[in-house]
């Protein structure tokens, strides 16, 4: 079993940062493949960003794409998401999830029952 927890979320203003933070434990060899999704009230969740185990190799949604950052830290089994340029648009609960992946496509599976294992999520609210 593999534990994620994440945490970092807040309110922020339009324009604004934050980083969001998730740390796995267990059988984290089990969790090679991380990721990022978020859900907004009345909307499916959805995926973010997702990074391989070497930290080489990362895929974002178009949405996304040029504002936020997900990066790794294998020692501290500690994913990451940096996320600039905040809109209103972007506020949702956001989950960290894991699955343990080798195959060379790995960025072909982005849907949420692709996933293993799941954070209990933290919010992000984006004022205008």
């Known amino acids: 079993q593999v534990q994620l927890v994440e945490s970092g979320g807040g309110l922020v203003q339009a324009e604004g940062s934050l980083r969001l933070s998730c740390a796995a434990s267990?059988?984290?060899?089990?969790?090679?493949?991380m990721a990022w999704f978020r859900q907004a009230p009345g909307k499916e969740r959805e995926f973010v960003a997702a990074i391989r185990g070497t930290g080489v190799g990362t895929y974002y949604a178009d949405s996304v794409k040029g504002r936020f950052t997900i990066s790794r830290d294998n020692v501290q089994n500690t994913v990451y998401l940096q996320m600039n340029s905040l809109k209103p648009e972007d506020t949702a609960v956001y989950y960290c999830?894991?699955?343990?992946?080798?195959?060379?496509?790995?960025?072909?599976?982005?849907?949420?029952?692709?996933?293993?294992?799941w954070g209990q999520g933290t919010q992000v609210t984006v004022s205008s």
């Open positions: 999830a894991a699955r343990q992946d080798y195959s060379t496509r790995w960025f072909d599976r982005r849907t949420i029952y692709d996933y293993d294992y």
């Open positions: 267990g059988r984290t060899v089990s969790a090679n493949v």
